[in-house]
T-cell receptor
Framework: KAGVTQTPRYLIKTRGQQVTLSCSPISGHRSVSWYQQTPGQGLQFLFEYFSETQRNKGNFPGRFSGRQFSNSRSEMNVSTLELGDSALYLC?????????????FGQGTRLTVV | DAKTTQPPSMDCAEGRAANLPCNHSTISGNEYVYWYRQIHSQGPQYIIHGLKNNETNEMASLIITEDRKSSTLILPHATLRDTAVYYCIVRVPGNQFYFGTGTSLTVIP
């Protein structure tokens, strides 16, 4: 079956712009979580959505937001981009977001802010 | 904050077993231990997970100590394609993974 799909794979934006990233989970998976990976901070949890509701949120500023649609696809948005937002953004999907079920990651979106 | 401690790097000879240790001394009773690996900044790949019993699948074995304060991931016959960063993660209820810095495993021919 198809894995987690993230689009686009690569993106270049200018400081001050905003960006929207998309994540399509594995069919049947209702939980989608987002992570930011940078060389300095490693992999950090952004937020998690389940059944169109944000269920958990990491320690990121309000410029980072997301949403989930009825088909479980999720988007994350970053407004007023800063150079430090350059990172690999990863999403992961799982059936119910329970600790006992596997979560599968997409290949990520590489965002470069110039 | 990461709840795990791993050695930053390890080497393993091709064909030999790779044993990757992880300390998670503050793990709670309902928190699972997960292992993922990441190759060249691709998305992390799921390997195995467990709560308190040892687990085995086609990729690896997971040995969790009785007090659950540490675990070991075993790749039984390491190949060059197993060279990657391996993350030991404590997964809290609510689908949050707290990644540490991982162990960079290099498989040597």
């Amino acid at each position: 079956k198809a894995g987690v799909t993230q689009t686009p794979r690569y993106l270049i934006k200018t400081r001050g712009q905003q960006v929207t990233l998309s994540c399509s989970p594995i069919s049947g998976h209702r939980s989608v979580s987002w992570y930011q990976q940078t060389p300095g901070q490693g992999l950090q949890f952004l937020f998690e959505y389940f059944s169109e509701t944000q269920r958990n949120k990491g320690n990121f500023p309000g410029r980072f937001s997301g949403r989930q649609f009825s088909n479980s696809r999720s988007e994350m948005n970053v407004s007023t981009l800063e150079l430090g937002d350059s990172a690999l953004y990863l999403c992961a999907s799982s059936r119910a977001g329970l600790a006992a079920t596997e979560a599968f990651f997409g290949q990520g979106t590489r965002l470069t802010v110039v | 904050d990461a709840k795990t401690t791993q050695p930053p790097s390890m080497d393993c000879a091709e064909g030999r077993a790779a044993n990757l240790p992880c300390n998670h001394s503050t793990i709670s009773g309902n928190e699972y231990v997960y292992w993922y690996r990441q190759i060249h900044s691709q998305g992390p790949q799921y390997i195995i997970h467990g709560l308190k019993n040892n687990e085995t699948n086609e990729m690896a074995s997971l040995i969790i100590t009785e007090d659950r304060k540490s675990s070991t991931l075993i790749l039984p016959h390491a190949t060059l394609r197993d060279t990657a960063v391996y993350y030991c993660i404590v997964r809290v209820p609510g689908n949050q993974f707290y990644f540490g810095t991982g162990t960079s495993l290099t498989v040597i021919p």
